[in-house]
């Protein structure tokens, strides 16, 4: 059986850019490349590329796509991710950039999957209004909070896994060395475990102090971790700290979820969009 391509979208005449005309631009982001399509304000495709997901690349995706018209708008997916570093790039230049949502895989399969194919998506769905959310900036405490929360979270997990693997070890450890350790609470089992002589004890006592000096490493950039996330959380909200119940950490999660631009959260319906709490579906008849 002969199994035919995609077909490709094909390409309009190469034509003169006229810089008084609106473009709009649409995005499909990914982890290398991006690529680039750009559409009339009557929604004519002009042309797309792909770019290099580099500073010279985003630099080169931008004179392109300025070379067809005045840019004022850009639809862009995965802002979050891997469209993250091009919006900032773009909004620097002050180009007003909206988040578009992938096509589901029903829409994909009924016109095709190609990446021109969603970067033109992308930019119809800024142009028909489809398309209406503000990213987050991602540039300022919120963004720090984020990746600090991020290594927070796994150095937590590992240390809860070494810690449950050095208590498995010592089931398995001599009767006495076992009947000293049991009872004693985690800090001080780690403690007294960092600092055996495992020196013709086995190899049972060496994986422990092994593991008990892997908790105590882990413990430590948990410490540094929480500390920079409490300097990043006073430098922007301080007044949060001051709640009762509102700690650090989760001063940190409202901020991150509410992002650098929180006054991309216009009304109570997005704010309840936000927290996932949308009365979708409800009777409007009966109230909040």
Do not use: W
């Given at each position: 059986m002969?199994?035919?391509?995609m077909p490709?979208?094909?390409?309009?005449a190469q034509?003169?850019?006229?810089p008084?005309?609106?473009?709009v631009?649409?995005?499909d982001?990914?982890k290398?490349v991006?690529?680039?399509?750009?559409?009339?304000t009557?929604?004519?495709?002009?042309a797309h590329?792909?770019?290099?997901?580099?500073?010279t690349?985003y630099?080169?995706?931008l004179?392109w796509?300025?070379s067809?018209?005045t840019l004022?708008?850009?639809?862009?997916e995965?802002t979050?991710s891997?469209g993250?570093a091009?919006?900032r790039?773009?909004?620097?230049e002050?180009i007003e950039?909206v988040?578009?949502n992938?096509?589901?895989?029903a829409?994909r399969r009924?016109?095709?999957k190609?990446?021109a194919?969603?970067a033109?998506?992308?930019a119809r769905?800024?142009?028909?209004?489809?398309?209406?959310?503000?990213?987050?900036?991602?540039?300022?405490?919120a963004a720090?909070?984020?990746?600090?929360?991020?290594?927070?979270?796994?150095?937590v997990k590992a240390?809860?896994?070494?810690?449950n693997?050095?208590?498995a070890?010592?089931?398995?450890i001599?009767?006495?060395?076992?009947?000293?350790l049991?009872g004693l609470s985690?800090?001080a089992?780690v403690?007294?475990?960092?600092?055996?002589d495992?020196?013709?004890?086995g190899e049972?006592v060496?994986t422990m102090?092994?593991l008990?000096r892997?908790?105590?490493?882990?413990?430590?950039?948990?410490?540094?971790?929480t500390?920079?996330?409490t300097?990043?959380?006073?430098?922007?909200r301080?007044q949060?700290l001051?709640?009762v119940g509102?700690g650090?950490d989760?001063?940190a999660?409202?901020?991150?979820?509410?992002g650098?631009?929180?006054d991309?959260?216009?009304?109570e319906a997005?704010f309840a969009?936000?927290?996932?709490?949308?009365?979708?579906?409800?009777?409007p008849?009966l109230g909040s």
């Open positions: 002969t199994v035919t391509s490709q979208p094909t390409l309009p034509r003169v850019p006229d008084v005309e609106e473009v631009l649409g995005v982001t990914h290398d991006h690529v680039a399509a750009v559409i009339t009557l929604g004519a495709l002009l590329q792909e770019f290099p997901t580099t500073a690349g630099r080169q995706l004179v796509a300025r067809f018209g004022h708008r850009a639809g862009v995965c979050g891997y993250t091009l919006t790039s773009l909004r620097r002050g950039v988040e578009v992938q096509p589901d895989r829409t009924k016109r095709g190609t990446d194919v969603d033109d998506a992308a769905a800024l142009l028909s209004g489809r398309a209406t959310t503000v990213p987050k900036t991602a540039d300022g405490p720090d909070m984020r990746v600090l929360r991020l290594a927070k979270e796994s150095a240390r809860t896994q070494a810690l693997q050095l208590k070890v010592l089931l398995a001599d009767p006495d060395l076992r009947e000293l049991t985690n800090p089992l403690a007294t475990c960092a600092t055996l495992s020196h013709d004890r049972a060496f102090r092994l008990a892997r908790i105590q490493h882990l413990s430590g950039e948990v410490k540094e971790l500390r920079r996330t300097r990043a959380v006073r430098s922007c301080p949060m001051d709640l509102v650090p989760s001063a999660v409202l901020l991150i979820t509410a650098d631009n929180p991309r959260i216009t009304d997005s969009a936000l927290c996932g709490v949308s009365p979708v579906g409800l009777d008849r």
